[in-house]
């Protein structure tokens, strides 16, 4: 589970960050979970903590690039004149 969760954080940067960066959390507390319970016989805690680390930042940088949207979106709704031609073009696929 540690390894599932380092894993899904360095691969939501490349991949579907918001479901990754979820993904790596639930795994990394999983298996902080199951290593304290082990009573030492199963190691990997740093990995645990490192998925759980990325998995935040993932959430983080998301939600920021959501909000930077918004903003972006509802600027270019509401003022015409401030649109740049070229970016007219590419709101859509925001």
Known sequence: MAIAALVAGIAGF????????VLAIIFGYMARRNIRESGGALGGDSFATAGIILGF????IALIVIVIWIIVLAAASTN?????????ALLPLL
């Open 80 to 88: 015409n004149s401030m649109v740049v031609p070229g970016l007219a």
């Open 57 to 60: 930042i993932q959430l983080g």
């Open 14 to 21: 490349f991949i579907c960050p918001v479901i990754a960066g």
